[in-house]
């Protein structure tokens, strides 16, 4: 009865729902980075290696031997070629989240300044913004009366 009492708590408090929230904007996200990736940056980036594919790149230790058509025993390889696919790949991932956190920062910073007038500042920004002077007027006069 406990665990079933912490549950309703956990899932009434928010926690669930914030959970499935970020899970939901977290694929959708994932969306959007797979997008840049395989249609702006790689493009490019293959028209630079002109267009090699590193998946099968490999180093054979022993070749495969047939018999009579027959496969006797498996090729022996180091297969290379993918983990350097797999690195780029994931550098280009890397650099593509990193900068659209950036650009995300940058919008949210800017909405953030209660000086910008270009952008709408969130209430309690605004708020915050005008308590802080207002303590800081307080501030002065307190000092001021010293």
Do not use: C, H
Not at 2 to 26: H, P, R, S, T
Not at 73 to 101: N, Q, R
Not at 104 to 115: C, F, G, Q, S, T
């Amino acid at each position: 009865m406990k665990l079933i009492k912490e549950f309703k708590e956990f899932a009434v408090k928010g926690n669930m729902i914030d959970i499935a929230i970020g899970l939901i904007i977290g694929a959708s996200f994932n969306k959007v980075v797979d997008v840049l990736v395989k249609e702006i940056f790689l493009p490019p980036l293959s028209f630079l290696t002109d267009g090699v594919n590193w998946e099968n790149k490999k180093i054979v230790l022993r070749d495969a031997l047939t018999e009579n058509g027959n496969l006797k025993m498996e090729e022996i390889a180091i297969g290379y070629g993918k983990l350097i696919e797999v690195t780029v790949d994931f550098l280009v991932v890397g650099i593509t989240v990193f900068l659209v956190v950036k650009f995300i920062n940058v919008l949210r910073n800017k909405a953030e300044d209660p000086k910008d007038e270009t952008m709408t500042t969130p209430k309690d920004i605004e708020l915050l913004n005008k308590v802080t002077e207002l303590l800081q007027k307080q501030n002065e006069i307190l000092e001021n009366k010293k």
